[in-house]
């Protein structure tokens, strides 16, 4: 990979720069236009992502931070961990873009909101009629997920150095959202649910989950970062599930910010919340992901899978919509399921899963794992069955013994589903899944919702 940018490329990247920081200058007016500003340091972390990556490549290989592309016939090393720097871009962006959201509370509170002169009676003030009261907790929230996301990307770093053992990483992402769940005992403190209409004649409209509900949370902290981890294993798939999980939140929190949603909606500033935290994501992601999509010049890393996760569990847990986030996890959640038996050791599970390369034809082909001795007879008719359901693919002895299966991933499955088939159309194939999977999500939450419970809390789509 070649570490400096082209004439056109640099001067692509300067112009966009030059155009943020100009739509930033004018933005400290009214409330701030933070929405605005989002986008504006959305396209800067692109062009600071995208540069940084070109220009730190060697850096990282001469660490040793490298790897091998095993896909490839020419096995040739690039740099790894590149969604470190990423990582820290976003990190960056979003304590820099901290006062526009909160610009007109900032303004109103101090002499400089034009109330410098204004004389206003003692029992006025006392009583709170015209106290402005800035919004902490907005801020508090707002803090608390770049601390939780500050956390996963220092762990994640961690796991990328010192390659940590799934069973010792698997519980990282929870210590990282231990700032965000105190926020959200302090702050919000709800933890009912509402019950479907089915069952609101035995527990009522709202069920109290209590402690349970924090536990919830927690496993989302939990699964979102590692569920993108354990799908991956070839060039692009990493970044291209994580962009379009973002687009799809996106589209959802635009749903609730449209005019035909009444105004001003309560959702407003959760779904605000979201953008703010989501813009300056696919930002960086847009420009790993342009130097990761087949044939890949630089490897993402474990720490942009933690880092990913974390902003998508972060925006649903205080932005209060982690069902909807769940619908738009359905192939990760299928993948974490399917992969159970070979993550709990039932079935013998490799170091890595990833699909075969077959250096002849150029294609990919399921991975397998071999069977050492003879499965359990338990084992060996759940094997049977899943093959039959074309669910996995066994291969026997003379004796019926099974002495290989395939390896359990969503990957490894779509290739014994449509057969071997090149790197990059794997790849395309299983973000078409997962983009049509969340838009029926979409239409799930808000339109068939209805026949469980007896609202949608999107009034214009009732």
């Known amino acids: 990979m070649t570490t400096s940018l082209t004439r056109a490329e640099t001067w692509s990247l300067l112009s966009l720069s030059i155009a943020c920081f100009g739509v930033l200058a004018n933005t400290f007016h009214g409330d701030g236009e933070p929405l605005i500003a989002s986008f504006a340091f959305s396209c800067l972390a692109f ?12 850096t990282f290989m001469r660490a040793g931070l490298k790897g091998k592309d095993m896909s490839k016939i020419k096995k040739i090393e690039i740099p790894e961990t590149m969604g470190a720097v990423c990582a820290v871009v976003y990190l960056l962006v979003i304590i820099v873009f901290i006062p526009w959201p909160f610009y007109k509370d900032i303004v109103a509170a101090t002499s400089g909101g034009g109330n410098r002169d204004v004389v206003m009676e003692l029992e006025q003030v006392e009583t709170g009629r015209f106290l402005h009261r800035f919004p902490h907790s907005k801020l508090a929230s707002y803090l608390s997920a770049i601390l939780s996301l500050q956390s996963v ?21 929870a210590f990282a959202a231990i700032p965000m769940l105190i926020v959200y005992f302090v702050d919000f403190g709800v ?13 009522g409209e709202l069920f109290d989950l209590g402690w349970l509900y924090y536990a919830y949370m927690a496993a989302i902290a939990i699964f979102c970062p590692n569920s993108i981890n354990i799908l991956a294993g070839i060039n692009g798939i990493e970044v291209s599930q994580s962009l379009v999980i973002a687009f799809l939140l996106v589209l959802n929190d635009i749903l609730y910010l449209a005019p035909i949603t009444p105004y001003p909606h309560p959702a407003t500033d959760s779904h605000l919340f979201s953008l703010y935290l989501l813009l300056p994501f696919i930002g960086v992601s847009v420009a790993l992901w342009c130097h990761n999509w087949y044939p890949a010049k630089v490897f993402v890393g474990d720490t942009y899978c933690y880092f990913a996760g974390m902003v998508f569990a972060v925006v649903g847990i205080l932005g209060h919509f ?45 991975s397998t794992t071999h069977h050492q001795y003879p499965p359990s007879r338990a084992i060996s008719g759940l094997l049977t069955l899943l093959d039959g359901l074309h669910l996995l693919h066994v291969e ?7 002495v290989e299966s395939t390896n359990f991933t969503i990957l490894n499955l779509w290739l014994v589903w449509f057969g071997p088939m090149r790197e990059d159309r794997l790849a395309i194939g299983i973000i078409i899944m997962q983009t049509i999977i969340g838009l029926l999500g979409l239409v799930v939450r808000h339109r068939l919702a209805l026949w469980v419970f007896k609202e949608d809390n999107l009034k214009a789509f009732k």
Not at 153 to 173: S, T
Not at 396 to 402: A, H, L
């Open 47 to 58: 062009a600071f992502s995208y540069s940084l990556i070109r220009w730190l490549g060697d």
């Open 153 to 173: 990307v220092i762990l994640g770093v961690g796991d990328d150095l010192f390659d940590i053992r799934w069973r010792h990483k698997l519980l990282i992402p």
């Open 191 to 203: 933890t009912k649910v509402v019950v479907p209409v089915t069952l609101q004649d035995y527990l």
């Open 322 to 366: 982690s069902k909807t986030l769940l619908l738009l996890f359905i192939p990760q959640i299928f993948n974490f399921i399917y992969s159970l038996p070979q993550l709990s050791r039932v079935v013998p599970c490799p170091r890595h899963r990833l699909p075969r390369f077959n250096a002849r034809t150029g294609l990919l082909e399921p």
């Open 396 to 402: 026997t002895n003379p004796k019926g013994e099974i």
